[in-house]
């Protein structure tokens, strides 16, 4: 067994307030949470408003496909348009 984690480091452009970093925030972490059957968390940068850091968790059995999930998920959050990605790691445990 395999553990894949993923930290994201974010840029939300158009974030205004704290209130509105939250919001955007919960819809793209259960947004990936359904999509990839993944844990998410807010790991960083919680009083700012412009900046977060996600940390996101996978399970798997095989490694390529442990990799695969967490490359996908950094395309699925690029895509949604929401934020901006500034820098990512993968790593395996």
Known sequence: MLIG???????????NSLKEKRSILK??????????????SELDDHD???RAQ???ACISS????ANSTLSRIVNFVEAE?????????????
């Open 5 to 15: 984690t993923l930290i994201i480091d974010l840029y939300l452009p158009n974030c």
């Open 27 to 40: 819809r793209i972490k259960d947004r990936i949470r359904n999509a990839f059957n993944v844990s998410v």
């Open 62 to 65: 095989d490694g390529k496909d």
């Open 48 to 50: 700012v408003w412009r």
């Open 81 to 93: 348009g929401l934020v901006e990605i500034l820098d990512y790691k993968i790593n395996f445990l």
């Open 54 to 56: 996600l940390g996101i």
